[in-house]
């Protein structure tokens, strides 16, 4: 038995040893993959239920490892986010998005909505309000057409703080989401608090809504208390045609999910709603 269970404290350290090299590795890699051009973003599509029409995007970062291939960002956005390198990373997607919107439009596409997210660390800067500036600045987007998605942790944070940062982003213009709405500690004063001008539904009450009739209620609650707070209603991860007949039953303003379309390369997304628009 001593033997057992020395083996088994081994085999532990052993798979410990593993993680945290595998950690370190992305963590070494993750610190060059800005400079080495490794980074890029996918847009998923969003569609507006009433006139049917797709009115925006979300940009979604993707690190294309040299070796290791495509890592997903729930690997890496947490490291990036730890490490203080989401900073960097987070302005570079934001100047990405803002420059492939205008592309976008000088190749003959409607006017998107392009949504950008924003993690916890990136709002507690200081510098943030001057590099969004200078990012709508340089590329010529219209503010009204950029929209910044923020968890409910990141707002929890320091609320304070974060209550002047988010007035001073609605106030240029720019559309705010709340992002994963109904995971987080939600408090519902929140809602109230902050200049919010969209609430996305998580998907996991989504993926829930055929079988769950609680997570119909929540949906439903969620998308009343929104309209009456004046806010738009976003449902993501939309994959089945129930979910979104149900959805527009409620009047759910847009939708997102694997239904519409995956996320995809710019020029991909530029030739779906090029299609779409004429079908
Ligand atoms: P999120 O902001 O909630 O993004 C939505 C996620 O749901 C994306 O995962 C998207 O690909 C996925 N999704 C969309 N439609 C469907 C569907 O119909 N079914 C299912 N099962 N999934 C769907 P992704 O791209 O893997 O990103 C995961 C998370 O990583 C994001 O969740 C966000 O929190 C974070 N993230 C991604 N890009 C960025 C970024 O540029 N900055 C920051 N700070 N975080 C990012
Ligand atoms: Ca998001
Ligand atoms: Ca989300
Ligand atoms: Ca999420």
Redesign the pocket.
Known sequence: AKDKGRGTYRFYAAQMNAQSAERLILESGLRRALVREELLLHY?PKLDLKTQRIVGV????RWRHPTLGMI???QF?PIAEETGL?EAM?QW?LRQACSDAVAWRRQGLPALQMS????PRQLGSRTLISEIATILDESGLEPELLEL?ITEGAVMKNAEQAVTVLETIRGMGIGLAI??FGTGYSSLSYLRRFPLSTVKID?SFIHDLSEDTDAQALTDSIITLAHGLRMQVVA????TMTQLDHLRSRGCDVI????LS??LPAEELCRFVGGYLHH
Do not use: K
């Not at 979300?58 to 970062?61: H, S």
């Not at 993501?236 to 994959?239: A, L, P, Q, S, T």
């Open positions: 998923q979300e940009a979604l970062m997903s960002p729930a956005i989401i987070g997607a950008v997210n924003l993690s998605e992002d994963d998907r993501e991860g939309v994959e997102q999910g694997y239904l995956r996320p």
